[in-house]
C-alpha cells in the first residue's frame, strides 16, 4: 500500500497529533464501505455522505476535522467533485482515497489541493501515519 504526501507550501509551527482529530466528514457514494468500516474501527467520529452537493449541510454545523473524499476514478467528474470538496472546505484539510494511479502529472495537479493521497484499500495504521505525518493548524483540530 502506497501512501502520497502532498508538500504543503505554508510553514506551520505545530503538528497535530491523530488524538486531535476526532470527526471526519467521509463523502463516500458507497454506503458501508470498507473506507467508513476502516475509519470507524480507527476510533474516528465519522459522518457520511454519498455525494459532495449534500456535504454542504454538513460540514458548516458539524465542523469536522478533516474532509476524506473518496473517488473511484480520476476522470473529469472525479477531479470536479474534488474542486467542489475544496470549496466547501474552507480551510478544512482534505485526504484524497482512491483505487486509481495517481501519475506525477496528476499529483503536481493536486499538490495544493489536497493534504495527502492514500490508495485504498485503506488500513487504520496507515491512516493513523498519515494523520501523525500531515501538519495540520491546532486551531483546525480543536
Given at each position: 500500500?502506497r501512501?502520497?504526501?502532498?508538500?504543503?507550501?505554508?510553514?506551520?509551527?505545530?503538528?497535530?497529533?491523530?488524538?486531535?482529530?476526532?470527526?471526519i466528514?467521509?463523502?463516500?457514494?458507497?454506503?458501508?464501505?470498507?473506507?467508513?468500516?476502516?475509519?470507524?474501527?480507527?476510533?474516528?467520529?465519522?459522518?457520511?455522505?454519498?455525494?459532495?452537493?449534500?456535504?454542504?449541510?454538513?460540514?458548516?454545523?458539524?465542523?469536522?476535522?478533516?474532509?476524506?473524499?473518496?473517488?473511484?476514478?480520476?476522470?473529469?467528474?472525479g477531479?470536479?467533485?474534488?474542486?467542489?470538496?475544496?470549496?466547501?472546505?474552507?480551510?478544512?484539510?482534505?485526504?484524497?482515497?482512491?483505487?486509481?494511479?495517481?501519475?506525477?502529472?496528476?499529483?503536481?495537479?493536486?499538490?495544493?489541493?489536497?493534504?495527502?493521497?492514500?490508495?485504498?484499500?485503506?488500513?487504520?495504521?496507515?491512516?493513523?501515519?498519515?494523520?501523525?505525518?500531515?501538519?495540520?493548524?491546532?486551531?483546525?483540530?480543536?
Amino acid at each position: 500500500m502506497r501512501t502520497m504526501q502532498i508538500e504543503n507550501k505554508k510553514t506551520l509551527t505545530e503538528k497535530t497529533t491523530t488524538d486531535q482529530i476526532k470527526k471526519i466528514l467521509l463523502i463516500d457514494h458507497n454506503k458501508g464501505s470498507a473506507l467508513a468500516a476502516a475509519l470507524v474501527q480507527g476510533g474516528y467520529d465519522v459522518m457520511q455522505c454519498d455525494a459532495v452537493q449534500k456535504a454542504w449541510c454538513l460540514v458548516y454545523p458539524q465542523r469536522p476535522h478533516l474532509i476524506v473524499i473518496h473517488l473511484d476514478n480520476l476522470d473529469g467528474a472525479g477531479l470536479a467533485d474534488f474542486q467542489e470538496c475544496r470549496a466547501l472546505a474552507e480551510g478544512i484539510p482534505i485526504i484524497l482515497a482512491t483505487c486509481a494511479q495517481v501519475n506525477q502529472t496528476l499529483a503536481k495537479v493536486l499538490q495544493r489541493r489536497a493534504a495527502a493521497i492514500l490508495d485504498l484499500p485503506l488500513m487504520p495504521a496507515t491512516f493513523r501515519e498519515t494523520l501523525h505525518d500531515l501538519e495540520l493548524p491546532l486551531a483546525m483540530t480543536r
